[in-house]
């Protein structure tokens, strides 16, 4: 059997460029396809914090409804945004070759960080690490796709605000003058992109195995088993790193409170062939080490709101 295969993206230019990267790496291989945008309710309702929306996986659901519906076979996400647990009948298809896992501060110069200052994110897990380290300083809220929240920044009286290095390097907008937040520990699979597409769906999952990157998955895999056990169900701030090198796992994992005083971090190493399991372990450890703490006061602000 043959027949094209339609890829589903939301239409913003990072997600467009991601879809046409699997679409490209698809015709490579002699598979024909066609892309297919969808908005979703994370690029529509910007004047919330994502969290108060209440729904889990809010850039990713349109596209999980559209595959259910038969709009598009497969889908491309960044995959720090996709929840830990897929929808019934969708599975995990590619995990391509990890990018840039940093976070950096795009800024209008860097005098403010030994004094007062306003940075803009919104994300719980940057907020938290950025008030644990400046703790003098103010943290509002940004939301909107990359080109929508650099105009932002330009627009108001912030400082600076923090952007995953990857998103702007994969659509050119990178600018020189920029820090590099190499204390901030990542979010879980932040700088991979994942596709998923219909479990039963044997043609499109054998295409999309020919893209699949085996050291990113066995990273961010183990991320997000960490992120899974920690989480129960509230969203929080965790960050989640873990590298390959030879034969050998590096994993650093971080549990914030809200306004980042409260901290729990674990770094572990094992061999490869030992990782079964790592993720969960570590998330374990944070929780009998004070996360617990901390994933009880979370849950009772967030019911505050």
């Known amino acids: 059997m043959v027949k094209t295969i339609r890829i589903g993206t939301r239409d913003s230019e990072l997600a467009l460029w991601q879809a046409h990267t699997v679409q490209d790496k698809l015709r490579n291989l002699g598979y024909t396809t066609t892309l297919v945008t969808v908005k979703s309710t994370g690029d529509i309702l910007l004047d919330k914090p994502l969290y108060e929306l209440g729904i889990t996986g809010i850039f990713t659901k349109t596209l999980d409804i559209a595959m259910i519906n038969n709009e598009v076979d497969i889908a491309v996400h960044s995959m720090k945004d996709v929840p830990t647990a897929l929808p019934k009948g969708i599975v995990e298809a590619a995990v391509l070759e990890r990018a840039n896992v940093q976070d950096i501060l795009l800024h209008k110069g860097l005098d403010f960080l030994n004094g007062q200052g306003i940075i803009a994110t919104g994300s719980l897990r940057r907020q938290a690490q950025w008030l644990h380290k400046y703790p003098g300083h103010t943290v509002v809220d940004l ?158 602000e967030m019911s505050k709101e």
């Open 143 to 300: 939301r909107g796709n990359v080109n929508t929240r650099m105009q932002k920044l330009n627009d108001n009286n912030w400082n600076g605000a923090i952007f995953a290095a990857a998103g702007l390097e994969r659509i050119n907008l990178k600018p020189k003058d920029y820090l590099d937040l190499d204390w901030m520990i990542p979010a879980p699979a932040q700088g991979a992109m994942l596709v998923v597409a219909k479990q039963d769906d044997s043609y499109c999952l054998e295409a999309l195995s020919h893209l699949n990157h085996i050291n990113s998955e066995i990273c961010v895999h183990i991320e997000r088993a960490f992120l899974k056990e920690l989480e129960g169900g509230c969203t929080a701030p965790i960050g989640a790193l873990a590298r390959i090198d030879k034969d050998q796992i590096h994993f650093t994992g971080v549990l914030f409170s809200l306004d980042g005083k409260d901290k729990v971090e674990i770094s572990k190493t094992c061999k490869i062939a030992e990782k079964k399991d790592i993720g969960v372990k570590c998330a374990q450890w944070i929780l009998e080490n004070g996360g617990r703490e901390i994933m009880e006061s979370i849950k009772k």
